[in-house]
């Protein structure tokens, strides 16, 4: 069946430092991927997705790229800030299917 | 606000109880997902909805676990005879999408905390 694996964490980086958060999938067919983000006490909110291959989203400075040949949807900053800690979760859907397959999750804390 | 709501937002219970959580989706949104997080997990998928339809559920569902759309608005989950392993956040989300294109973004609720005693 589907499935999502993001690296695990917590990921620990200082202000202004580059980001990279793994995410590899397995899936048939052609799925749809996500990252979403949970701040501290809030909902999980989309942060960017890409429908198809070599689609890259892009959000608040975020980036990810859809890469089919790796089956890998990366996240990366160029430069973190303390306001982007926050638990970020890797997401796919399936190409007959509404529902969301999410990743375990990896925290995020920048220190200032 | 016009987000999706749940109602309760905690809710704790003895063993064996029966429970019935509420979420009320965007008003406009035909889709509606039932998910289950525990601590330090991902939201894994429980069931979904378009419009009063139940359109997929879970293996992982056991027969305790029942939910409804009956008027294709909002939805409620119930769980029978809970054990201390349902204890968990249960996520709502609702999205809206037309005819056989694909499923726009999923909006989340804030959750129910469920504590099972």
């Known amino acids: 069946g589907n499935s999502v694996t993001q690296m695990e964490g917590p990921v620990t980086l200082s202000e202004e430092a580059f980001l990279t958060i793994n995410c590899t999938y397995t899936a048939t067919g052609y799925p749809s991927l996500f990252w979403y983000v949970q701040y501290p006490g809030e909902g999980l909110q989309l942060l960017l997705k890409a429908t198809k291959a070599d689609d890259k989203g892009s959000n608040k400075g975020f980036e990810a790229t859809y890469r089919k040949e790796t089956t890998s949807f990366h996240l990366e900053k160029g430069s973190v800030q303390v306001s982007d800690s926050a638990v970020y979760f890797c997401a796919l859907r399936g190409s007959n299917t509404g529902k969301l397959i999410f990743g375990q999750g990896t925290t995020l804390q920048v220190k200032p | 606000d016009t987000g999706v709501s749940q109602d309760p937002r905690h809710k704790i219970t003895k063993r064996g109880q029966n429970v019935t959580f509420r979420c009320d989706p965007i008003?406009?949104?035909?889709?509606l997902y039932w998910y289950r997080q525990t601590l330090g997990q991902g939201p894994e998928f429980l069931t979904y909805f378009q419009n009063e339809a139940q359109l997929e559920k879970s293996r992982l569902l056991s027969d305790r676990f029942s939910a409804e759309r009956p008027k294709g608005s909002f939805s409620t989950l119930e769980i029978q005879r809970t054990e201390q392993g349902d204890s968990a956040m249960y996520l709502c989300a609702s999205s809206k999408v037309g005819g056989q294109g694909p499923d726009n973004e999923q909006f989340f609720g804030p959750g129910t905390r469920l504590t099972v005693l």
């Open positions: 008003s406009e949104h035909n889709r």
